[in-house]
């Protein structure tokens, strides 16, 4: 019995042995910031430690190897770790590891003495004493963001660097967020850091965090992706983690909370124009609305104050300016204000009488009069281009267009959509746009000088709450989860450089309504400009949800990835809306155009284009509206692209808009049925239409038809 229990007793242990062995491996940075990071008592929290603890209760146990930066780097080329999370940079060994597209992003940061000044987006680092870590990635991401211009020193280690901001040899020391929150933390090792502050976030700067895996492990990867998201859907483990590391590491102060109990109001700056679409505008009901309007209300209940808006010709006795000009990145007027990040790409376009041609909407404007609005962005634009004496003002859009008309002006400037929807309105149909402006026009929020921690939280959540963070816009189209770029984590690390986001964490349940009313903002940015599309143009309502429809239905069958599909499926709708710019005359003309209005009718996908292309919707948005004409074979518009030199987007709109085109009576033609479409398409295969889009069309064209006959 004996000779039997041993041996079986030996195989046993060798096996769990073996077994012990083969864990899969988990590496990550020790010490990582709010990623990973250990108590006072030695208990290991963060992000990565959270998402470790998950793994393990669903898919068993893992071996945790905690290491230092370079060891990291060098076992991870070594082909050591089975999971590695927070590869700092880039993905490490491509060869051999599998990582997750989406990275965790965090802002790099300027570390100055707590005297220094605030330092706001209009702030350069030329002429400045800086300071880096020899080796450190972020400074080749600041020379290149500054040609190499400026003048800079190079320290061994974090110590030496901190030393030299604290004697005075550098004024600022630039290096990314978590090595920042990191050294802030630590009292022992960095002396005199509680003399320091994290001043400016600054995204260009940003830093990149990798999860990845050996190729056997994708699986697992993958796995982690879908944990983060469910963490984030499910509770703000990321946020609590975050306040807990600042609290454990950080000493705070009541300045924010002192702040917000004694400036209970913020006033708000509005010029006294009658249109500022789509950032401030009256609707039918004479309610406020916009993109300020919402960006405010929702820092109104973070932070617990009232937001007034004052509308007026003066901007003396507000608080706050977000009509802060940049001109080809000049500040324009901007001497008594702190300046956010731009928020907004504005685009001025010019329109004249459709007997008076074409005029550039950039060469020798200073010989004709320009029709504007009063304290309208476009009256301050031509006035920093020194031209008060072209422009002609009046108090409304109408009265400004009807100038044009009856020549006391040559050219009236403004918003494409309003100026549009007053044509329309008014029935005014011999006004003509000729294009827009090319200079580059920006708009920043400003904060007066003397409000600096106002300045700072509006900057917080300047930086990730707008139009021009197209990352974020594809995020919530494809619910893709980007933990460290979220909103939310910008204001509290933002509030950590003033040292007091200690009164913040009771709102921290209402920051999830921003996600909701973004979302709205966004999808409310698509649905507008559809509605604008058909005003202007025959097709209804129901050709543009037909479109996204056929789009997606093509996409899916050519086994394109899921975020492509709800891009497409969105943004199709939109590839007519430059026509919102082109003269009724041509759109409803009963008959064949001439080949000069055909000319003129090319002009909307570039129009289309001008107007959409700084809204942060992305590149598939965008090269739907602009290259859903080009063909095949290389005769189409704007610019006759031909074969996959033509995005696949546009291609597969280009299919879908002409099958729906053909279906459809038209003012020049009559409806064709499902079966002389189909025939239709098939003879441009190789021609107008990319052949493997046919293929598949052939094979699926009864859903196509289905969609039509669902969505008369």
């Known amino acids: 019995m004996f000779r039997l229990i041993c041996p079986l007793f030996l195989f046993m242990f060798f096996y769990l042995s073996a077994q012990e062995g083969e864990r899969i491996s988990i590496y990550l940075d020790k010490e990582r910031g709010f990623f990973n ?36 780097r060098r076992a991870i080329d070594e082909g050591i770790p089975d999971i590695v999370l927070g590869v700092e940079d880039f993905k490490r060994n491509p060869g051999e590891y599998y990582y997750l597209d989406k990275p965790l992003e965090l802002d790099g940061v300027m570390i100055t003495r707590k005297d220094f000044p605030n330092i706001d987006s209009d702030f350069t680092l ?79 700067l940003k830093t990149k965090y990798y999860i990845g895996g050996k190729k056997e492990y994708k699986d697992i990867v993958d796995k982690i992706a879908l944990l983060m998201e469910e963490m984030e859907v499910g509770e703000p483990f990321f946020f609590k983690e975050l306040i807990e590391y600042t609290e454990d590491k950080i000493d705070f ?24 679409y789509p950032m401030y505008y009256r609707d039918p009901s004479g309610r406020k609305s916009g993109f300020l309007v919402d960006y405010f209300s929702e820092i109104s209940k973070v932070l ?22 940049s001109i080809n990145d000049v500040e324009v007027e901007s001497e008594n204000y702190l300046t956010t990040d731009p928020y907004y790409n504005y685009s001025i376009f010019l329109f004249n009488r459709i007997e008076d041609g074409y005029i550039s909407c950039n060469k020798e404007l200073e010989n004709y009069r320009i029709a504007v609005t009063k304290n309208s962005i476009e009256e301050k634009y031509f006035s920093y281009k020194g031209m008060e004496d072209r422009i002609v003002s009046f108090p409304s859009y109408l009265d400004g267009i009807e100038a044009v008309y009856r020549g006391e002006a040559d050219l009236f400037a403004g918003n494409i959509k309003h100026t549009n929807d007053t044509l329309r309105v008014n029935k005014v149909s011999d006004i003509k746009v000729m294009g827009d402006i090319d200079d580059r026009i920006r708009l920043k929020i400003g904060v007066l000088r003397d409000r600096e921690l106002l300045y700072f939280i509006i900057n917080s959540f300047d930086k990730s709450f707008s139009y021009l963070i197209p990352e974020k816009t594809r995020e919530i189209l494809e619910k893709r989860i980007e933990i460290t770029r979220d909103y939310k984590v910008s204001i509290l690390i933002a509030l950590l450089s003033i040292a007091g986001f200690y009164g913040l964490w009771r709102h921290l349940r209402k920051l999830n309504n921003i996600h909701i ?19 202007n143009d025959e097709d209804t309502g129901d050709h543009v949800k037909r479109i996204n429809s056929y789009s997606t239905l093509l996409a899916e069958n050519l086994k394109m990835g899921k975020a492509f599909i709800d891009e497409i499926g969105t943004y199709a709708s939109l590839h007519d809306i430059g026509k919102i710019g082109i003269s009724d005359l041509i759109l409803k003309k009963p008959g064949v155009l001439t080949h000069e209005e055909f000319e003129e009718m090319k002009k909307h996908s570039e129009i289309g284009y001008r107007m959409i292309r700084n809204l942060g919707v992305g590149s598939i948005a965008t090269n739907i509206i602009r290259y859903h004409h080009e063909k095949w074979d ?10 996959e030199d033509i995005p696949i987007e546009a291609r597969i709109v280009a299919l879908a ?31 107008h239409f990319d052949p493997r889009l046919v293929e598949i069309f052939l094979r699926i064209h009864l859903e196509f038809k289905a969609i039509f006959e669902k969505n008369l």
Do not use: C, W
């Not at 104050?305 to 706050?320: G, L």
């Not at 085109?661 to 021609?687: M, N, P, T, W």
């Open 634 to 643: 290389g005769s189409g518009y704007p610019e006759k692209l031909s074969g």
């Open 304 to 325: 617990g104050v009232n937001i007034t808006f004052q509308e007026s010709n003066s901007y003396q006795r507000s608080h706050i300016n977000p009509f802060i000009l």
């Open 37 to 72: 990071y250990t108590t006072e008592s030695r208990e290991p929290r963060g992000v990565f430690p959270k998402l470790i603890k998950r793994l393990m209760e669903e898919d068993g146990d893992f071996e945790t190897v905690e290491v230092s930066k370079k060891e990291l």
């Open 657 to 687: 808009d002409v099958y729906d085109a053909l279906r459809q009576e038209r003012v020049y033609k009559e409806a064709f049925d499902h079966e002389k479409a189909v025939d239709i398409i098939s003879s441009l295969s190789g021609k």
């Open 517 to 535: 009313k973004l979302k709205k903002i966004t999808f409310g940015l698509v649905e507008t400009l559809e509605s604008a599309n058909t005003y």
């Open 253 to 276: 102060h009541r300045d924010i909370e002192n702040y917000l109990q004694s400036n209970k109001e913020i006033k708000i700056f509005i010029p006294r124009e009658p249109n500022l």
């Open 126 to 204: 030329l002429n400045r004493k800086v300071v880096f870590v020899e080796g450190d990635k972020i400074l080749s991401k600041t020379l290149n963001k500054y040609r190499g211009e400026i003048d800079y020193a190079s320290k061994a280690t974090a110590e030496e660097a901190i030393a030299s901001i604290l004697t005075g040899e550098a004024d600022i020391y630039v290096e990314d967020l978590q090595d920042a929150l990191k050294y802030l933390g630590d009292r022992k090792t960095f002396k005199g850091i509680e003399k320091l502050k994290l001043n400016y976030l600054s995204e260009p």
